[in-house]
């Protein structure tokens, strides 16, 4: 973590800084759970300057842009008071497609925009950092962010029908630029603003929920939802929610119904496929390790909401049968750590390529607390 900081500027007065808001709020995480392991104050400056270069640079417009200043619109003063109120850009390195241009599926991974997906991973990341450091303003920032991207990317293709979401959006959330939703989408908004109402409650930073119209209507877009998957970045994002799920229901700020036993259901469908592809025996140039990373970070927490359970068997020991069938799966999380960390695997254009989110997903992987623990 420490050469990562200095390789994308945060630490690092003389190199430019390098910011992409997925590595970033997995990062942040990291250096919150590194100060409450150590206590050192280097890994707290850490967390706190690297926030800080996030809203910066993906809560104003690119340098390549004919726009300038906050994408939320607000002046100078009143932006950086509200960073987060306009969303915060992805930090592609290619501008975002213009509206007469036609879509180009494969030059669309390369270009800007804001993802839902991401925009929840930084939420979570700020409501970490309100927890730890003590700082409101974070928790605040995250329910602002929130309110924009349900306003932006929630839908109604008709009249009555259900809610939908926009995969991608616009740089200043006007208009979408892919329309398909993205499969767990409505899932990690309606868990990441239940952590973040239960957090402004905690935390008496509203005299009501914070986000309780949101949280419903997303809690309604859940419903009957088939979440199984066996792309190892989408697995773990389950037992990642299953976990932030069971330690909610355990402090009483989360009422789970079916949805926990749903959630773990789905993930072992999803293993069970994704063993029966054995795709971990590939070598690693067939191999994208910050998806695999994402799998054993969802394996971590499956063994910690194992551990939750036998602490509160009246609240969470229906998930007995769901947790012994999870465990032979565990073990994947050991394989692929010890894989990637071996140096002749790091030497490959396919770690190279992806090298700022492997070593941080890595590093998440082998220390999970800080993304994990509420």
């Given amino acids: 973590m420490l050469g990562f900081a200095d390789a994308t500027g945060i630490s690092a007065a003389d190199i430019p800084p390098r910011r992409y808001l997925w590595t970033d709020a997995f990062a942040v995480c990291n250096f919150l759970g590194l100060f ?4 050192e104050e ?38 950086a008071l509200h960073p987060t109120c306009g969303g915060l850009r992805i930090g592609k390195p290619l501008a ?54 349900h306003a932006a990317f929630v839908f109604r293709p008709s009249a009555g029908s259900r809610p939908r979401m926009y995969w991608k959006m616009s740089i200043d959330l006007s208009r979408p630029l892919v329309f398909s939703m993205g499969h767990h989408d409505p899932l990690d908004g309606w868990i990441t603003f239940s952590e973040l109402q239960a957090a ?19 809690s309604a877009m859940c419903r009957d939802m088939n979440w199984a998957t066996d792309d190892p970045l989408g697995l773990g994002g389950l037992l990642v929610d299953a976990y932030r799920v ?5 402090r009483g700020e989360f009422a789970p119904g079916d949805l926990l036993e749903g959630l773990l259901t789905d993930s072992l469908r999803g293993l069970e496929s994704f063993s029966a592809k054995n795709s971990l025996a590939l070598p690693a140039a067939y191999r994208l390790a910050f998806r695999e990373f994402g799998l054993s970070i969802g394996l971590k927490a499956a063994g910690k909401l194992r551990a939750l359970r036998e602490e509160e068997p009246d609240l969470l020991g229906t998930l007995n049968r769901h947790m012994e069938t999870l465990l032979p799966y565990e073990r994947l999380a050991d394989a692929i750590e010890g894989f990637w960390l071996e140096s002749v695997h790091q030497e490959t254009s396919s770690w190279r390529e992806h090298g700022d989110i492997n070593g941080v997903m890595l590093a998440t992987s082998l220390a999970p607390d800080g993304f994990l623990a509420l």
């Fill in 36 to 39: 409450r392991r150590t206590g």
């Fill in 42 to 79: 280097r890994f707290r400056r850490l967390a706190a300057d690297l926030i800080d270069q996030v809203h910066r640079i993906l809560g104003r417009h690119r340098g390549d842009d004919h726009r300038t200043g906050w994408i939320s619109g607000l002046g100078g003063r009143e932006g």
């Fill in 96 to 149: 975002e497609r213009r509206p007469e241009e036609p879509l180009d599926e494969r030059l669309e991974w390369d270009r800007d925009g804001q993802y839902y997906h991401y925009l929840t991973k930084w939420m979570h990341a700020l409501c970490q950092a309100g927890a730890v450091l003590g700082e409101t303003a974070y928790i605040r920032w995250a329910v602002e962010l929130a309110r924009a991207a």
């Fill in 200 to 218: 402004s409650v905690r935390l008496r930073l509203s005299p009501g929920p914070a986000l309780g119209e949101e949280i419903a209507a997303l």
């Fill in 246 to 250: 069971g330690q909610m229901t355990v």
